[in-house]
């Protein structure tokens, strides 16, 4: 993969919806600045400078209710407007962004994309992500991965967030903003990279005591080869020729992997566990906790609450040495 951008809020991508954040807090910082020098201005000439009488309701309706109103008023519409174009809600107007803000019709349906716009489903899960992508509209079981999002570069793609258990938070810090991830809603929000590149995203919510090890990768990509590698995850795994990788194979079923997890064009067809289908193109292993190769692929599998205590996957201890290298390549080999 391409080299990873440092994840941080203050290197925001450019045109993307973290770049708009940054200059709104770049507008706040110095609305607030400005204003605190008006009231310390204030405050000091009313500590030394001579009484005036005439002027006192001039100084308090000017300085105290006009000045405030008129550069909050400002800074509300303009966080308003940035706010509006970060999520691309279809409101238009300041009262119904309000209402959103606080909740009000919460229960109102998602609005439908822009023509040629890209759906993505991300769910949050203890401590995961799972990543499906819409190739046919409302078909999300041919492309289906886990912890990891790929991107055409320069084009908005629409993500559909949701959860199966606790609360969580996407946050992709270069290039969005957070969003929370509740049981029993979707939120939406457009993603958007201008420039190719790998990015980190975290989960911004405390959802248990593997928190902080739920992580996930972005990476954008030009249009040609980000269609390459799509029609690669719709395609199903076949059965290996090779001897070693079929001994992996064969080890996979003989455990209790099948139970949870899914690799299209075998008969695993678990739902719990991520997608195995192509896990060996990913970046990385247990959203982000270890970088994937054979050998991590292996210490995984073998010994997955060393590594990640609490998770849902439990050690695999009935494996050979040659069985769980076997099993390990063969996975490195569904790309």
């Known amino acids: 993969m391409s080299e990873m951008r440092l994840p941080s809020a203050l290197h925001a991508a450019p045109g993307s919806g973290a770049e708009l954040l940054s200059e709104l807090g770049l507008v706040l910082y110095c609305g607030a600045g400005i204003i605190f ?42 966080t308003l407007a940035v706010g509006s174009a970060v999520a691309a ?16 019709d919460a229960q109102k349906r998602i609005p439908p994309p822009s023509p040629g716009t890209m759906r993505v489903h991300v769910i949050g899960k203890q401590w995961w992500w799972e990543v499906r992508y819409e190739i046919v509209r409302g078909d999300t079981s041919t492309a289906v991965l886990a912890n990891e999002l790929h991107l055409p570069v320069g084009e908005p793609v629409e993500l559909l967030l949701t959860t199966t258990d606790v609360i969580h938070s996407f946050w992709v810090p270069s290039l969005a903003g957070k969003v929370d991830m509740i049981p029993g809603r979707t939120n939406r929000l457009i993603l958007r990279a201008n420039t190719p590149g790998l990015y980190r995203g975290q989960c911004a919510e405390y959802c248990g005591g593997q928190h902080a090890l739920m992580a996930l990768y972005v990476k954008s990509q030009p249009r040609r080869e980000f269609e390459t590698w799509l029609q690669r995850q719709a395609r199903s795994v076949t059965r290996p020729d090779d001897a070693f990788l079929l001994a992996g194979y064969e080890a996979f079923f003989k455990g209790t992997c099948p139970d949870c997890h899914t690799v299209r064009g075998t008969p695993a067809t678990g739902k719990s566990g991520p997608d195995l289908t192509h896990v060996g193109s990913r970046y990385s292993l247990a959203a982000g906790t270890l970088r994937n190769h054979v050998g991590t692929m292996a210490g995984w599998i073998a010994g997955a609450q060393d590594i990640k205590p609490g998770n849902a996957m439990p050690d695999s201890e009935i494996y050979t040495g040659r069985e769980l290298r076997a099993l390990a390549a063969w996975l490195g080999s569904l790309e």
């Open 37 to 78: 020098i008006v009231v310390v201005a204030l405050a000091l000439h009313a500590t030394f400078a001579k009484p005036s009488p005439a002027g006192t309701r001039a100084w308090i309706v000017g300085g105290g209710i006009v000045f405030p109103l008129l550069t909050l008023f400002l800074l509300l519409n303009y």
């Open 89 to 104: 809600l279809e409101s238009g107007t300041a009262l119904q962004l309000l209402l959103d803000c606080f909740g009000i």
